[in-house]
């Protein structure tokens, strides 16, 4: 019993802790995130930066406004290009491997996930790790970067930061691309309906020959 009420103990200062380092900040009227209480703002008119040191890496949000010229994106494989090439500078600028890269859905918005791992001269590992979120109007990254020696402990920053970015429904998947995707077709189902067609014929052709030519046999007896 005194086990149990330790525990218990335990989890309510965790989490009154977690209330008292942790605050929800906005990046903007469509997207709040949770940064620990002491945190660096900087806005421009070309790019919205919050930055904070959590308990084993370091934070950075960014939002940079799209031009007022930016042509909406019409389909999903072209959303799928921009995070391509976003990935693509990301390593370029970098000069490192990426890892884990993968798609997300946040209610009808797709973000992007990867991890940049960087060496420097002296043979020390670094990883940054990226969601990145684009919308017609502006493209947003939450980052978080660590050193390999700390790899086993993030858990305790990540899952807290990214758990809390929160979309507001204003945010939808119209305002990433603009036609919807059609369901597609696996390629097990194609298969089954074009070639089992075309195995089809063949077996029908195959049977009208042996029909001819027990025909033709019999005409000759």
Do not use: W
Not at 22 to 44: E, N, Q
Not at 139 to 147: A, N, R
């Amino acid at each position: 019993m005194k086990k149990l009420l330790l525990i218990f103990c335990l989890s309510i200062l965790t989490t009154i802790g977690y209330s008292q380092l942790y605050k929800t900040v906005k990046v903007d009227t469509l997207i709040s995130v949770s940064l620990p209480a002491v945190y660096a703002k900087k806005d421009t008119a070309s790019q919205l930066t919050l930055s904070a040191k959590a308990s084993y890496g370091f934070i950075v949000v960014t939002r940079i406004p799209n031009g007022a010229s930016n042509a909406p994106l019409k389909k999903e494989k072209d959303l799928n290009q921009v995070f391509k090439n976003y990935v693509r500078d990301v390593q370029q600028v970098g000069n490192g491997t990426i890892l884990n890269e993968r798609d997300t859905l946040m209610g009808t918005v797709k973000g992007h996930l990867f991890t940049l791992k960087t060496q420097d001269d002296n043979g020390d590992v670094q990883f940054r790790q990226f969601l990145f979120i684009y919308s017609r109007d502006a493209s947003y990254t939450f980052q978080y970067f660590y050193s390999e020696g700390q790899s086993e402990l993030i858990g305790a920053d990540t899952k807290p930061f990214y758990s809390s970015i929160k979309l507001q429904p204003d945010l939808q998947r119209n305002d990433q691309y603009l036609v919807p995707s059609k369901p597609g077709m696996s390629g097990g189902v194609k298969m089954i309906l074009y070639g089992g067609s075309g195995l089809i014929v063949i077996l029908i052709m195959i049977s009208l020959l042996i029909r001819r030519k027990k025909k033709r046999s019999a005409i000759q007896e």
